[in-house]
């Protein structure tokens, strides 16, 4: 339908049939919230910018709040396996932790390397042996 083909009358009419719709909105939202609420769209508008256009800064945490958070992690690590926690670290100092060395592997045995090969002979020996009498 197009607005500039109406009447006067009907676009008068029209009017008044919007009055009457608002009125009875905001009684309707009077029974139901006990007060009058705006416009509906008021509720779906986006939030506020701040006035600079810019977010706001993260705080930068103090060398003393990550030794906190760091202890408190390491409580919290050692409570989980079950062990005491270690409070050594004052909250003032800042270490890393030290590296534990790495573990060596284990070595066999001379005997067991050994039989290791002493088997694995006797494995291709058996497959040389097999391929042999299918050709």
Not at 73 to 89: G, H, I, K, M, N
Not at 96 to 107: D, F, L, M, S, V
């Amino acid at each position: 339908m197009d607005i500039t083909n109406l009447t006067p009358e009907q676009l008068r009419a029209a009017a008044d049939l919007k009055e009457q719709i608002d009125g009875l909105q905001n009684e309707l939202n009077e029974l139901l919230v006990g007060e009058v609420a705006g416009p509906t769209q008021a509720a779906i508008e986006a939030p506020e910018k701040p006035e600079n256009g810019r977010r706001k800064k993260r705080k930068k945490i103090s060398a003393e709040g990550r030794a906190n958070i760091a202890a408190a992690q390491r409580a919290r690590w050692a409570a989980r396996r079950r062990e005491a926690p270690s409070l050594e670290v004052p909250a003032t100092e800042v270490e890393k932790p030290a590296k534990q060395p790495k573990k060596t592997k284990k070595q066999m045995r001379e005997a067991k390397l050994a039989a290791l090969a002493k088997a694995r002979a006797a494995r291709w020996a058996k497959h040389k042996a097999a391929r042999q009498t299918k050709v």
